[in-house]
């Protein structure tokens, strides 16, 4: 998913050094966002972590999905389960997680290493998609609402 590759790649240049345990022990976006994680699988009960836990956490889970081809299959024909919008729709409100999180905590070293103009284009592509597609609701998009209207303007 191209979504998911842009965001990854974004979110490494900061993984480990600017986004750490210790510089950023809450999943957040401000302070009025804080995100707890579940898959539903391994972690089924909302469980604190710190930001690049919840976000390697949720890479790993991405990437287990997008391998799973009874959830993504391969080839021509094959038949997607009923259950694929909702899949996308949660993959799509999580990663908007992640770019809340580098917008919030992380824009000031963004800036620093000229990487604003790759992380606006890459996240106002993934919200015109999700606006396209009413793939994501805008309370879960609301730690981004006011940089989204600049982006889409």
Known sequence: MLFYNAASVLYSVLDGTLCNDELCPIMNAGPHYEYLWADGVKVKNPIK????????ALFDHIEEQLD???LFPRGIGGKFPKDFLM???NILKRLSRVYAHMY????RSILA???E???NMS???MVLF???FDLVDDRDLAPMSELISRLLV
Request: net charge positive.
């Open 123 to 125: 996240f106002r592509h």
């Open 49 to 56: 972590l710190s930001a690049p836990r919840y976000v390697n």
């Open 104 to 107: 919030h905590s992380h824009f």
């Open 117 to 119: 103009s790759h992380l």
């Open 87 to 89: 899949v996308v729709k």
């Open 130 to 132: 999700i606006k396209e």
């Open 68 to 70: 799973d081809p009874s």
């Open 113 to 115: 290493l000229g990487m």
